[in-house]
């Protein structure tokens, strides 16, 4: 609608003692987008978050949200925006309902808009029926529900989303990612920060990735998986001795380096386009007297992603659901 | 889940002046903290079984070996009693602000267009009300087991305020350490040690003519005992101007250093 973006940060920086949190941070998101933003723990997308919600005010740089200076302006963008942390930030000794009453008063609702407010939320977020019961009874996603639903009360048109699903069960995080959907589809500017490659694929149209405090690629997430290449054809030798027949079988197929990892027995070959060559491939292997234990042909991941911008993985253990393949290749020299 | 609009409708803050919210907005976080306290065992605990096995344990076991003067030891008791209760009710403002900081919830406060002071102010608040109502119930078990004030009505309700606003400015030291500290188990050991000396040093529950000198010089110019004679007088028709105004002197001198203190260490926390 207008030309403005909804999130519009400059050169934002900010140090706690000699620690640098962010170093010169721009970032942009169009309204009614949802602006996802990439990186590992410790990248400062925390920081970035509570910069942009007024938590803390940078150390240099500018920013604005729904037109309004972060600092400048502080107090009336508080009543545009909502914010949903990792921590699900309710109080557990009071009811569901209570809870977003009191934010309702907080929010410098009346009584009555505040309390029919809590009604309609709770019936939103499926929360009617336990909406009596201290939120200590809750479950981790109906927690993550409320708290969602404590940052909806005033409908803001920017939404803060601060790893919204980390530690939410499969089930919890798609119940999650349909309620973004749903709020982003009515026109809500969502800024949301993740560890999860594919959430920031499943949600965002546009992806910052983030690595020590400062944007080191952004696009879409096909932009971005471009910049890795094409298609990867991955096999798995069944004995670890074929690994060099392999090598030498697919290597015409290539299109650029060839990645060994012999531990695995796996073997990642960039191909141009590998489903037209898949059969010649699989004869060839076949001649050449290599059995296989797997064999796929799959589109880079926003893991790939990261391991090509920073030369390293994005974090260990929680990051992806693909293949950590990747990670351990060892590259092949020759 | 329904898919119903999230967004039907923009909703506006009301328009109201500022001081008109300071209040507001602490009212609304001092009923927050109310209305769990039936809640939380420990809290429900501490505001009403506590204060009751105290009054019993000085009246009928320690109350017959110590002797006071010119009352019965009950009498005596009651002002120490009552003063040491809303001291250590105090604590609870400290433990519960590491509380909120610690669960993110102060984060939220802070991210809502309301009073600042609010989240300050309503805790200190509640627990102030928490305190009434325990020096009340305090009062009530005093009374079953002998505990017998004399003088005009007047001067229970001019003790009542002394110990209410005793309440309130323990509520904001206790505040200041549960800002400073970085955990709420810090909270609760930082807030509690540095009362015992504080309270049982002191005139609140034997006559400070027994102890050593060095012990006896402290005991008698430290603010808990100025106020518990204060108390102590204005419940046995026994006032002592000098004594209540020292009272009242240190109250309003706690509050003057602590309330800048609490806020400066709540910017401070929440700077990160």
Redesign the interface.
């Known amino acids: 609608m207008s030309n403005r973006p909804a999130i519009l940060a400059e050169g934002l920086q900010k140090h706690?003692g000699k620690t640098r949190a962010l170093a010169g941070l721009d970032l942009a998101a169009e309204e009614g987008s949802v602006l996802a933003v990439l990186g590992p723990n410790g990248a400062g997308k925390t920081t970035a978050v509570?910069i942009l919600?007024?938590?803390?005010?940078p150390d240099a740089g500018r920013a604005e949200v729904a037109g309004l200076d972060v600092v400048k302006d502080a107090?009336?963008l508080?009543?545009c925006?909502g914010?949903a942390?990792q921590?699900?930030?309710?109080?557990?000794?009071?009811t569901g309902y209570?809870n977003l009453e009191?934010?309702g008063?907080?929010?410098?609702?009346?009584g009555t808009?505040a309390r029919r407010?809590a009604n309609e939320l709770l019936?939103?977020?499926?929360l009617l029926e336990a909406a009596r019961r201290?939120v200590k009874t809750y479950s981790g996603g109906m927690r993550r529900r409320l708290d969602l639903a404590?940052s909806?009360?005033?409908?803001p048109p920017v939404l803060f989303l601060d790893e919204p699903t980390t530690g939410l069960d499969p089930r919890g995080r798609l119940?999650m990612w349909?309620?973004i959907s749903?709020?982003v589809a009515?026109?809500?500017t969502v800024f949301l920060t993740t560890q999860y490659l594919e959430e920031a694929d499943q949600l965002a149209d546009q992806i910052a990735v983030v690595d020590l405090g400062r944007v080191i690629a952004r696009g879409t997430a096909d932009e971005l998986k471009t910049q890795v290449g094409g298609e990867r054809l991955e096999l798995t030798v069944a004995r670890g001795g074929d690994l060099h027949a392999a090598v030498q079988a697919v290597r015409p197929y290539s299109s650029g380096e060839l990645q060994v990892n012999v531990d695995d027995r796996q073997l990642a070959v960039p191909v141009a386009q590998g489903a037209q060559l898949l059969a010649a491939i699989v004869r060839d292997l076949d001649a050449a007297q290599v059995p296989l234990d797997n064999l796929a042909l799959r589109r880079p991941t926003l893991d790939d992603v990261f391991l090509t911008l920073t030369g390293r993985a994005a974090t260990s253990g929680d990051l992806s659901t693909d293949t950590p393949a990747t990670r351990t290749l060892v590259r092949s020299t020759q | 889940?329904?898919?119903?609009?999230?967004?039907?409708?923009?909703?506006?803050?009301?328009a109201?002046p500022r001081l008109y919210?300071t209040l507001?907005?602490a009212l609304?976080?001092a009923?927050?903290h109310l209305?769990?306290i039936p809640?939380?065992p420990e809290e429900l605990v501490f505001a009403t079984i506590q204060p009751v096995m105290f009054v019993l344990l000085f009246r009928y076991v320690f109350g017959g070996a110590i002797a006071v003067s010119g009352t019965s030891y009950v009498n005596y008791l009651m002002a120490g009693i009552f003063a040491q209760t809303v001291i250590f009710g105090a604590t609870s403002t400290g433990i519960g602000l590491a509380t909120d900081l610690q669960?993110?919830?102060v984060?939220?406060?802070?991210?809502?267009?309301?009073a600042k002071s609010?989240v300050l102010t309503g805790r200190t608040l509640s627990d102030l009300v928490r305190n009434t109502f325990v020096v009340l119930v305090m009062w009530t078990v005093g009374l079953l087991v002998g505990f017998r004030p004399q003088g005009p009505f007047i001067s229970w309700v001019a003790a009542g305020g002394v110990l209410l606003l005793t309440s309130f400015a323990f509520s904001w030291i206790s505040a200041t350490i549960g800002l400073l500290v970085r955990s709420v188990e810090a909270a609760q050991s930082a807030g509690f040690i540095w009362l015992f000396p504080l309270t049982f040093a002191s005139s609140a529950f034997v006559p400070t003519q027994s102890m050593p000198g060095w012990l006896r010089a402290f005991a008698e110019h430290q603010p808990v005992s100025l106020i518990v004679n204060a108390v102590r007088g204005l419940l046995l028709n026994q006032p002592d101007a000098t004594t209540i105004w020292q009272a009242l002197a240190w109250c309003v001198g706690i509050l003057v250093v602590f309330i800048p203190l609490a806020v400066w260490a709540y910017g401070r926390r929440?700077?990160?």
């Open positions: 706690y509570r919600t007024t938590l803390l005010r107090d009336a508080r009543a925006i914010l942390g921590y699900a930030a309710i109080d557990e000794n009071l209570e009191m934010f008063r907080l929010y410098h609702l009346s808009v407010r019936e939103r977020f499926d201290t404590a909806l009360i005033m409908s119940a349909e309620v749903i709020l009515e026109g809500t | 889940m329904s898919t119903s609009d999230f967004r039907a409708e923009v909703l506006r803050p009301q109201r919210w507001a907005d609304v976080l009923k927050r209305i769990q809640r939380i669960r993110g919830l984060d939220r406060f802070r991210s809502l267009p309301m609010a929440t700077a990160r």
